[in-house]
């Protein structure tokens, strides 16, 4: 890397290769010209003079992409297209590429290219977390963890179903996902304002001809179907489609993320550590929740590329313009950069994740008893007591342990012992105790949601097999 | 309205009654009511010692509805659900409401509905503007229009394609529209934190019953599914998918709207005028795309709102707290207000809209002999001319002829006359202008591309019969 | 409050009384008849020939303000400002108001105007704001707290220089809000396309005549200056600029609640409770931190607002049209409410915030050793040891103390009892123990810091004496 | 650039080299390197023993920058500025640096330095393009142009004063741009949790030293104040600060290039061309607007990172956390690079941008009829016609005359010929030509505006000479 480059940090830091693949400079180029050597064979065998030489001469000189050379004959031409045919030709010493097609006719259908490859990745990495995810809330199913609402204790949960409820938020993501991966259309041969009228005029008008050519450059894109009407340009909705759905499914990892971040402040659980890794160079104990942070950060870009291309859907000016242009080279490949970053962290943290089940264990000691209140009425009222009195004394002594503990007063939670006094609920310190540690009565039916959930993420496993075989590259 | 009151702008200005209902604080209220109501007869079903008089006394109060005993009871209680019990059990003289449920079981649910319901609204209303975009391309189907790219001339379409690109445009809206319509799930009652550990608590633990009042709930509802795995609160994802996917719809209404105010801007069409109408109170012969501007403006009201759920989703703490709250308020019903508005305008528009031929004509004849230079180049070589001397020829003439029509030189495109004098090009004058007369030859395949939209159109019809009675309220 | 209307539930809930009547229907009608009037009594007073009865007339039902009969008129002529105009005329018996002015010569003034007024509300809360905050900070100088950096322990701080911290942030947009009450211009009477033309046309081209009425006008609304280019309409910038200089005050009351909601999830302090308040029906023990919350949510909602009017900048098409019109009758008031509400919110929370200094201490003590592991080594050194060799000691005993506490093996910190054991360190417990006693050492210049603060918050004070006198409202 | 890598495609094509440098990895080495040098310094003439011979060891190896060597180290380390701390401390062989710094001592500093050198940057290239719009102004002061509201014809301006309408646009945004340059603050050397311990520590608890090292800093690099009360962390409030001051300056440039595209529709004006350019690869004579759809793309943008800013501010945890690295890494150097690329496109347009006077009076021919109708009105009341009659007279011709324009009946506006022909208007058709002709009568006081334009963009100039001699660099 040259001094004065900058790279897309993005892409360099974060992404996977793959990723990067599908959107570099000179993987655009080969794209691009494999597209116009598929066109040129079809267009030869609906009847156009095209010599089988100068199809074998493009072929040979495919992969000697030499970006500086294309940029040179840009800052001429001053258009990026032109200089790319231009630079195909030179090397090719021939001149039989782009016929009846405009520039759009090539951007538009490499660019969806990208896109839908893209989204195919993108669609089993989800896969892959949510299989990890799974794996790693049924190990922890059982383990009883004080759940929380306005960030305050509430009533008792366990792990495992607080990762599958992250998962359900996931899966929400991944239905859209899947869905745009199977619906997403390409634009076709559509010509400069997308009646066909390039490729008619090529073949005489022949209408057959021209839904044949068009046939088959589909299907050598691997899309299902093609766009009837559009102009110079699909329509920029598509593009904003795309980003939201890929920002959906970041919410789901989002959400886990921040939860961990909490969970780590109170040393319920840790993203874990590789070795090597310092925390801080001032203070080596310290254990940060760098990449759970990150993902958040993925999140925030990806909402910004929302953004720019909610920008751009909607805005189009007739047969269309490029006003978008600029917008879609930053927002398209940034957003399944940061996509594929996010996935790349979640995966590593997903592996690595730690629970500290005796800090768990105390903070359930703590506020299990708060907990537990509507349950010691229940039993009170069943052995006897009135329920307006037993109610009342619950809550007077509920707000006194809590005052109890927030001044100091008491170290350990003092509501059972309070409660155990009092006549008018009417159960022993035993009962009391019992109740308490039946743990697996608090928690409702969340181990079978758990499972529920792992039922699910096998179910996706078995659609998307790929899945299976994804390993987080090693992250920063 | 008193003086002191802001109302909704959106709700009380654009949208309509249909979309208020859904929304109002009253309509809220009788829709919680209904639930608490199902959920008393299911539990009592269930076995739950509920008296049906108890039932009874609320069904006779469900529409007693006093908002401003409501507001009075929160502002003593801060809580808005416990001041809607209070009030509820108030009237009825009984305390059998909300039993096993938190806040939440109630309001997540009701909210829910509402937003079904208001999507399942907006699906039919889209279908309805698909229809009527259909029958306004057909109906112009085949007059030849200059399309434009860049905001110049580029090549000849129809007016009637060019209303199918954006049809196409809706299209790709409705579909993820219509698919979140069948899609979107339910919460259901899942206690203060998801583990359903209240309803079993009153069920004696068994899961099955608490299952079966579930099922019985969703029914109600009208839902095809609900979550298993969530906190207090379903994903905050979904809220974001939802004003996604209307945005997405609004896209193409949106790039019609600005286009048909460019094509005023040069008086090719217009969004047409109601009688009594004024376009400015100084200027009475202006003709303003005053609701196409408008419908501009729901688009960039619906991106805000996506921005309000954007930064709800992903955030979730714990098992959810309420720093959404607000911004739900907000953000839900606004979305579809503006988006129903836009449909309102749209729908509106879409019925008055004229297009002006003579102008369209007069713009053709300057401009067609522009777009029609690839067809000279062909028509010249055909008849004998040399390939690169014509182009050469062809080329200079045009730019040409493009200065001295911008400098006033001519009035008329004098690219025919050049055309017709240059033996280089070897075309007559009676040729070109034959060529030029021909005007179909010039938009490719745009009139079967109108059929293929309108053929679409029709399937949506067929799919959404309710489309067909939908007609526009009257805007301002 | 009729069951079909839907209120604008930011006015109607969280804004203040003053907020609203700036914002009102009836109020901007009183607003824009003052307005008139004030236009003819100079246009009068410059020469025009307006009779002093019709002035008097129009003054007499300035305040018969009828909105239903205002909005009847609006559906026959679709143009709202047609329908004042007629109203005011019809009710006065006179036809002298609106003389050489377009509509926007009234909205555009008028709705600057509301935006000014809000603006310098805006102000005054948030010194208020500052003011509260800088005595909270005051009253908890001293109060030693575990700071926190990745939301795990870093360094000892204090709350009142957490609490200024948030100052700072807040001091930062009250920066931008102030300069803007200052800078904030208006469009003035400039005619259909910016060049005046009406108002020369009226005063026979006598340039001095009309620029005189201009500043009469710009005087009467209150403003510092007008703008000197505009089109038809103020560029949109400015309301982006508004709506942008809100949201970071806004982010300074972000950050303190988000930090609030954090501390009371360790039961470090909370927000308070009013009498009477319920933090959940089911569970009464329970302090909630609704109100911060709620004032991350008016954030949330005040970056939808952004969005909004970043729509609007940039997007003027020649001299102006009103694609902006609906989005800003939701965007303005709608974020001056939002931020309205938050400031009430945030008042309220500054006024009833609690810390539990028991709880903070235990915090204290049990992570006091961790933080202290610098001064340690850097006390060891003193004493005498290696400096490689006691790092190294110190690292692994931290390290060591921080898996035991997360393992259950200990439940106090066993860091000092570890290092006094080590020769490598070479401090006996009694002076790790004096030194750990030593709080104020490790809280640096925090003290200090609170001070400056508190001059700062005394100086805006003083600029802005009527922040003095603010006081919340009894927010829901 | 080798096949694999992925460029920041804004900084590569669009942006200047002085922005690149700025935020290029290794520029920032440097200004890392050089900010160390400069502490240890400081520290060392404040009493802290470090050898001279280690500083000098430093600054002789400050330029060996090896990119490869830090990212292979960081892979190892997993955090960067230890990759960057141990590479110069290798190099140098010495270990001196970042003594009592903690990492974001650092970065926070450096990343502000090159906040506020691109500010000021981005400050100059602006006033550059205030003084060439403002020459672009003047030279066409007195064109006229049919101005239009709606986008259609409203009222006459000049085209000198459409550039000055879009030049306060701009002036708006330079005002809160050239602000911020003056007040944007750092954050200085606050320690871990920003209470400086660190420091203090080193320094034996001296505050005063402490506080003096803390100013040689700050003014070593070139801010005017420190904030006083920080986290480990600057409040993200001004990052969003930052982001949102360009964003308005954009706008500016924005509606002026999406009005220039609007007028090269209509051939009024163009943005002009470079020699070898070419419109089309298809349509050679084709003049596209592209440098200004490529201005409107980049505001895309820069909202875009706006909104990732946003979701920084307000969100801080404690004292600060790094879920904002990625983000600021992505959002703030593009939003630099945008920025910039907007402005060199810009000024590029502005250079070359030209009018077409024909085109402009034939328009004006067409449409000045219409838009003098007001000016018929009170010429005919002069002339003796009831004021009434001829309002209704020249509404009705005016309204025909546009229905007979749209119908093709007539191809010059009829308007004249039917005013002269009624006797409810009374004026002759000489009468009529000459207002007509009196052209700078509907302009009003158009030509006054552009001179007060230029008047203040000449006052900038001298604020700010160095924007002089700014000249674009060619553009792709």
């Given at each position: 890397?040259?001094?004065?480059?900058?790279?897309?940090?993005?892409?360099?830091?974060?992404?996977?290769?793959?990723?990067?693949?599908?959107?570099?400079?000179?993987?655009?180029?080969?794209?691009?010209?494999?597209?116009?050597?598929?066109?040129?064979?079809?267009?030869?065998?609906?009847?156009?003079?095209?010599?089988?030489?100068?199809?074998?001469?493009?072929?040979?000189?495919?992969?000697?992409?030499?970006?500086?050379?294309?940029?040179?004959?840009?800052?001429?031409?001053?258009?990026?297209?032109?200089?790319?045919?231009?630079?195909?030709?030179?090397?090719?010493?021939?001149?039989?590429?782009?016929?009846?097609?405009?520039?759009?006719?090539?951007?538009?259908?490499?660019?969806?290219?990208?896109?839908?490859?893209?989204?195919?990745?993108?669609?089993?990495?989800t896969v892959?977390a949510v299989l990890l995810l799974a794996?790693?809330?049924?190990?922890?199913?059982?383990?009883?963890?004080?759940?929380?609402?306005?960030?305050?204790?509430?009533?008792?949960?366990?792990?495992?179903?607080?990762l599958a409820m992250f998962g359900q938020e996931l899966l929400e993501g991944l239905r859209?996902l899947?869905?745009?991966?199977?619906?997403?259309?390409?634009?076709?041969?559509?010509?400069?304002?997308?009646?066909?009228?390039?490729?008619?005029?090529?073949?005489?008008?022949?209408?057959?001809?021209?839904?044949?050519?068009?046939?088959?450059?589909?299907?050598?894109?691997?899309?299902?179907?093609?766009?009837?009407?559009?102009?110079?340009?699909?329509?920029?909705?598509?593009?904003?489609?795309?980003?939201?759905?890929?920002?959906q499914v970041s919410a789901g990892a989002s959400s886990f993320?921040?939860?961990?971040?909490?969970?780590?402040?109170?040393?319920?659980?840790?993203?874990?550590?590789?070795?090597?890794?310092?925390?801080?160079?001032?203070?080596?104990?310290?254990?940060?929740?760098?990449?759970?942070?990150?993902?958040?950060?993925?999140?925030?870009?990806?909402?910004?590329?929302?953004?720019?291309?909610?920008?751009?859907?909607?805005?189009?000016?007739?047969?269309?313009?490029?006003?978008?242009?600029?917008?879609?080279?930053?927002?398209?490949?940034?957003?399944?950069?940061?996509?594929?970053?996010?996935l790349?962290?979640f995966?590593?943290?997903?592996?690595?994740?730690?629970?500290?089940?005796?800090?768990?264990?105390?903070?359930?000691?703590?506020?299990?008893?708060?907990?537990?209140?509507?349950?010691?009425?229940?039993?009170?009222?069943?052995?006897?007591?009135?329920?307006?009195?037993?109610?009342?004394?619950?809550?007077?002594?509920?707000?006194?342990?809590?005052?109890?503990?927030?001044?100091?007063?008491?170290?350990?939670?003092?509501?059972?012992?309070?409660?155990?006094?009092?006549?008018?609920?009417?159960?022993?310190?035993?009962?009391?105790?019992?109740?308490?540690?039946?743990?697996?009565?608090?928690?409702?039916?969340?181990?079978?949601?758990?499972?529920?959930f792992?039922?699910q993420a096998?179910?996706w496993?078995?659609?998307?097999?790929?899945?299976?075989?994804?390993?987080?590259?090693?992250?920063?």
């Amino acid at each position: 890397m040259s001094d004065e480059s900058i790279p897309n940090v993005l892409a360099q830091r974060y992404a996977s290769a793959a990723m990067r693949q599908i959107w570099s400079a000179a993987g655009r180029v080969r794209l691009e010209r494999d597209f116009w050597i598929a066109v040129m064979k079809a267009q030869r065998d609906l009847g156009l003079e095209i010599p089988a030489e100068a199809i074998a001469g493009y072929e040979a000189v495919r992969d000697r992409v030499d970006l500086d050379a294309i940029q040179a004959r840009e800052r001429v031409t001053l258009h990026d297209v032109k200089a790319r045919i231009e630079e195909f030709c030179h090397l090719a010493r021939h001149e039989h590429i782009h016929k009846g097609m405009t520039s759009r006719d090539l951007t538009e259908n490499v660019e969806q290219l990208q896109v839908l490859r893209s989204l195919k990745l993108a669609r089993v990495k989800t896969v892959a977390a949510v299989l990890l995810l799974a794996q790693r809330a049924v190990e922890f199913r059982d383990l009883v963890l004080t759940g929380r609402t306005h960030n305050v204790p509430a009533q008792a949960t366990t792990f495992g179903k607080r990762l599958a409820m992250f998962g359900q938020e996931l899966l929400e993501g991944l239905r859209g996902l899947d869905q745009l991966c199977r619906d997403y259309p390409v634009r076709g041969l559509k010509g400069a304002v997308g009646t066909r009228l390039d490729q008619l005029t090529l073949f005489g008008g022949e209408v057959a001809k021209v839904a044949d050519l068009d046939q088959r450059i589909v299907a050598h894109l691997g899309f299902t179907r093609a766009l009837d009407n559009v102009g110079q340009v699909y329509p920029r909705g598509l593009d904003f489609e795309v980003v939201s759905r890929l920002c959906q499914v970041s919410a789901g990892a989002s959400s886990f993320a921040k939860t961990l971040r909490l969970m780590a402040g109170h040393e319920l659980a840790g993203e874990g550590f590789l070795p090597g890794q310092v925390g801080s160079s001032a203070m080596p104990h310290k254990m940060n929740s760098r990449s759970c942070e990150r993902i958040n950060g993925f999140h925030a870009i990806l909402n910004g590329c929302l953004t720019m291309t909610a920008a751009l859907a909607g805005d189009q000016w007739n047969e269309g313009d490029v006003s978008c242009s600029v917008v879609r080279r930053v927002a398209l490949p940034d957003a399944f950069f940061a996509f594929d970053g996010l996935l790349e962290t979640f995966l590593t943290v997903l592996g690595q994740m730690e629970a500290h089940p005796a800090v768990i264990k105390a903070e359930n000691d703590k506020y299990l008893p708060f907990l537990a209140t509507t349950t010691f009425l229940m039993e009170a009222v069943k052995a006897g007591a009135g329920r307006e009195a037993a109610h009342e004394a619950i809550k007077e002594h509920a707000v006194a342990a809590a005052r109890a503990l927030r001044s100091g007063e008491e170290s350990g939670n003092p509501l059972p012992e309070r409660l155990a006094g009092d006549p008018r609920v009417g159960l022993s310190r035993e009962r009391i105790d019992a109740i308490l540690s039946a743990g697996d009565r608090f928690t409702g039916a969340a181990g079978e949601q758990v499972d529920r959930f792992a039922e699910q993420a096998e179910e996706w496993g078995r659609r998307v097999p790929d899945a299976a075989g994804v390993k987080p590259g090693k992250i920063l």
